[in-house]
């Protein structure tokens, strides 16, 4: 929370700054124009030795150049503001909770960054005394440039200044492990997160991985090399298929995906059988069938919750962002403490992961579930919500969605469509540190070997991390064609591909941290430590650490495998590709799902955020469920009527349709409670949902 509250006091500043130089653009391409004028001018006046000065005349005019000067003068001034000025501006804000702050954590650092604690300190004393003049030998621990501007001409320091910059010095301390909290779980000190080397060894061993680096590099070198001379010569002959080397440079045909006319068809059949229902009514009948709702536990006593439409009810209103009060209003039979008191209670983190895993694994042992997958691959996707624009628990801001802030729920999916993690992250943070902590911690009994992500979630850290894991990380890579080739040899073996290779990996640098990589891998594998905390803080270090380079390099070998596979298997490409068309299905339910308070996400806590995206996951979960029963009692209802429903057609249907489900007015939870048995199939033919 630190981080986050010292960051984005920092970034928002920093976007106000990004803004206003923005709002010049109009202004900086007509002064652009009116320069580039003059030098064309300027340029001819000396091809042909005439006089300059009449040159400029007969163009924009020496008067016009004069008068935009202070123009230019503040222009140059907006783009040059340093970000420490900037930053300052959010000096008011900073101070709300950075005194208290610098005041309850207890700080630690090694050696090298003891005059960190000293600044901290010196901070602590000024927040005490009530001075508010800065010591002359006060630390400076920022970059010389900053160190101009926070003390001035007088030599006197300025206090907003040094302030602001000591917390954004602190922050970058935080997250590169230089700086530690005592009794943190998220800002230990960095060798306080592995487990030590007798508790290591075991699981390195079960993995199967070399005791020492030779091994690997010895295993990972006759491959690669082999690997490498291969595709050189299947590139030369043009065996490839959809790849190209034109040019020094690969070019990769788009994947085509073509659904069979016949396939179609027998969608809209299964469709059209599918019974109508209300949401309420689903929930019930899956709880029934999967027996999910035993997971939600009191926190005090261990049991289940007696009241199971309070319950749903409860979940419901994370799902669709209509909150405890408006459920309240629009259910029969339950009121807002009900729903307060129910939530309180059994929802937990815990307890909706719990559940989560219990529809996925019934989903998962659906005999109709194998016409879409085996359960051992799947992929992950963030998917952007806008947040409630409320200072720092608006979210954060990602060009790529607009000027709104808001967040992203990382949702792992398989390739039996069950969503079987979901997490809410930053939506301006990199997506590659959360792919693991879904494929490790997900709880259910999926057995992923292999998974998908589109680049954001593709970096060779996660490649290493994968390896050694035992997953086999695909990635759908944008920027694919510009991504070098890494050998173990020297590049100079390779001659006929050199234009697509890089640098050799540094085999010293994996050979002398190897032990310490060993540790990571196995400290992630035991659930010591989830993937994203290790994966952050090693990004953080302002100085590269070298387990860091070691397991980057690790990577690097791991994706060039990896890209040769993708250049030489269009099968791969091709599962890739629905891999990831699973996952943005799955999108398409939640924006249908998640529809009260116009889609935002305006709770202020990560708890309560985490909730909503928990209990989106778990009813989308349910639907899918839901849908499988009854798309394989539609099959066996056509096959029984003699019509063809092969199981290869079958695999080009998917159970994320939601036409057929009402997802608002009145929640009647009675009712849908005092439901037994299966609906029947729609035989009338209508798709309306009820």
């Given at each position: 929370m630190a981080d986050k509250l010292i960051g984005n006091a920092l970034n928002r500043a920093q976007n106000k700054q990004s803004r206003r130089y923005a709002a010049t653009a109009k202004d900086v391409g007509r002064l652009m124009r009116l320069f580039h004028g003059t030098i064309d001018a300027l340029?001819?006046?000396?091809?042909?030795?005439?006089?300059?000065?009449?040159?400029?005349?007969?163009?924009?005019?020496?008067?016009?150049?004069?008068?935009?000067?202070?123009?230019?003068?503040?222009?140059?001034?907006?783009?040059?503001?340093?970000?420490l000025m900037v930053a300052v501006?959010?000096?008011?804000?900073?101070?709300?909770?950075?005194?208290?702050?610098?005041?309850?954590?207890?700080?630690?650092?090694?050696?090298?960054?003891?005059?960190?604690?000293?600044?901290?300190?010196?901070?602590r004393d000024l927040n005490r005394s009530g001075k508010r003049d800065v010591p002359p030998d006060a630390p400076m621990l920022f970059k010389k440039e900053w160190r101009k501007l926070v003390i001035g001409p007088d030599g006197r320091v300025n206090r907003r200044l040094y302030e602001t910059a000591m917390l954004a010095h602190l922050r970058n301390k935080l997250r590169s492990g230089d700086v530690w909290v005592e009794r943190s779980s998220a800002y230990r000190r960095f060798d306080n997160y592995l487990l030590p080397e007798p508790a290591a060894a075991p699981i390195v061993a079960e993995l199967g991985l070399p005791t020492a680096a030779e091994g690997w590099l010895q295993q990972r070198g006759r491959e690669l090399d082999w690997r490498l001379k291969k595709f050189a010569q299947r590139l030369k002959r043009e065996q490839l298929e959809g790849v190209r080397f034109v040019e020094d440079r690969l070019q990769i045909s788009p994947v085509k995906t073509a659904v069979p006319s016949e396939a179609e068809a027998l969608a809209d059949r299964l469709d059209a059988l599918m019974p109508r229902i209300r949401i309420t009514e689903l929930l019930h009948e899956v709880a029934r069938e999967t027996g999910f709702m035993a997971a939600f536990t009191n926190l005090r006593t261990g049991e289940r919750c007696p009241n199971e439409s309070a319950l749903l009810a409860a979940i419901l209103a994370d799902a669709t962002n209509l909150g405890l009060s408006r459920m309240a209003a629009a259910s029969q039979g339950l009121t807002r403490d009900q729903l307060i008191w129910t939530q309180d209670a059994y929802v937990r983190e815990d307890t909706y992961r719990a559940a989560l895993a219990t529809i996925i694994n019934a989903q998962h042992r659906l005999p109709i579930a194998r016409s879409w997958g085996d359960g051992t691959t799947s992929s992950s996707d963030g998917q952007f919500f806008r947040g409630g624009k409320r200072g720092?628990?608006?979210?954060?801001?990602?060009?790529?969605?607009?000027?709104?802030?808001?967040?992203?729920?990382?949702?792992?999916v398989s390739d039996q469509h069950g969503p079987y993690h979901v997490k809410v992250i930053s939506a301006a943070t990199h997506e590659a540190p959360y792919v693991l902590d879904g494929l490790l911690h997900h709880g259910s009994n999926l057995s992923i070997v292999e998974h998908y992500t589109d680049t954001g979630g593709a970096t060779d850290h996660v490649f290493a991390l994968c390896a050694m894991l035992g997953f086999r990380f695909c990635p759908r890579l944008r920027d694919f064609p510009d991504r070098r080739l890494i050998?173990?040899?020297?590049?100079?073996?390779?001659?006929?591909?050199?234009?697509?290779?890089?640098?050799?990996?540094?085999?010293?640098?994996i050979g002398e941290h190897w032990d310490d990589v060993m540790r990571l891998v196995a400290s992630l594998k035991a659930g010591h430590v989830a993937p994203s905390v290790m994966?952050?803080?090693?990004?953080?270090?302002?100085?590269?650490?070298?387990?860091?380079?070691?397991?980057?390099?690790?990577?690097?070998?791991?994706?060039?495998?990896?890209?040769?596979?993708?250049?030489?298997n269009p099968a791969l490409r091709r599962r890739c590709h629905a891999g990831l068309n699973?996952?943005?299905?799955?999108?398409?339910?939640?924006?249908?799902?998640?529809t009260f308070r116009q889609g935002r996400v305006i709770d202020r806590s990560h708890e309560a955020q985490q909730y909503r995206a928990s209990g989106l996951n778990l009813v989308i979960a349910a639907i899918v469920y839901w849908n499988s029963i009854y798309m394989a009692d539609a099959v066996a209802h056509l096959r029984a009527q003699g019509e063809i429903a092969p199981d290869d057609l079958l695999t080009h249907t998917s159970p994320v349709g939601w036409e057929h489900i009402a997802f608002s007015g009145d929640f009647l939870w009675d009712r849908a409670a005092s439901a037994t048995g299966r609906k029947p199939l729609n035989l009338t033919g209508k798709q309306r949902a009820a």
């Open positions: 340029s001819t006046a000396l091809n042909k030795d005439s006089d300059p000065i009449e040159a400029i005349e007969e163009t924009g005019g020496w008067a016009n150049l004069i008068k935009v000067r202070p123009e230019v003068v503040v222009l140059a001034e907006t783009a040059d503001v340093d970000p501006d959010r000096y008011a804000t900073l101070r709300k909770f950075a005194p208290a702050l610098i005041e309850a954590l207890d700080f630690k650092a090694g050696r090298g960054s003891a005059r960190t604690i000293a600044g901290i300190h010196l901070l720092a628990a608006g979210g954060d801001i990602n060009a790529r969605y607009g000027v709104d802030p808001g967040f992203s729920f990382y949702t792992h050998p173990i040899d020297h590049p100079a073996s390779y001659p006929t591909i050199a234009p697509l290779l890089g640098k050799r990996i540094r085999a010293d640098v994966l952050r803080k090693l990004a953080a270090y302002e100085r590269q650490n070298q387990v860091d380079i070691a397991l980057q390099e690790i990577g690097k070998v791991e994706r060039t495998l990896f890209m040769l596979d993708w250049l030489e699973k996952g943005e299905q799955r999108h398409a339910l939640a924006q249908a799902i998640y």
